[in-house]
């Protein structure tokens, strides 16, 4: 299969514990529907502000210098309709995202947990459904 410039490359990383992913001792590129899920994933659990080369990378989960208050998902009561515009901004904004098929974000008030379902349409067809969770 041949790799377009515009296709997403990424180094495999296991999505249980974050960490690179060899395959028989040799870092192998994912492309595709797997790169797709990888970057949405990456840019989901990355804090807004976190990454210096680019400050709008990620979600605005807390305030923090260039993310006032108001736009910060924590930090006042949760409040559903900006986390799902929020993390809607997120996923659009990776590349090989077209559009998003389903999302639901579900948050415990006692439990502080907050749990993501998501998938999307890319170039390479559906994503499958994934699920993202934050607490407990």
């Keep these: ?3 377009l410039s515009t296709d997403p490359v990424d180094l495999p990383i296991d999505p249980i514990t974050g960490d690179l992913s060899p395959v028989l001792g040799k ?3 994912t492309t595709g529907l797997t790169a797709v899920v990888q970057g949405v994933r990456r840019r989901i659990q990355m804090i807004a502000g976190e990454w210096f080369l680019d ?3 990620g979600v605005r989960w807390f ?3 260039g993310v006032p208050a108001i ?3 924590f930090g ?3 409040d559903q ?3 799902d515009l929020e993390i809607r901004r997120a996923i659009i904004a990776t590349p090989g995202v077209l ?3 389903r999302m639901d974000i579900a948050y415990g008030t006692t439990t502080r947990a907050l749990s993501i379902s998501w998938q999307a349409r890319c170039a390479f067809g559906d994503t499958p459904l994934d699920v993202i969770a934050f607490g407990s």
């Design 1 to 3: 299969m041949a790799i």
């Design 27 to 29: 870092l192998i590129g």
């Design 55 to 57: 400050l709008d990378y």
């Design 63 to 65: 305030e923090r210098a």
């Design 71 to 73: 736009s910060a998902i």
């Design 76 to 78: 006042q009561k949760f």
């Design 81 to 83: 309709a900006k986390a």
């Design 99 to 101: 559009s998003i098929v």
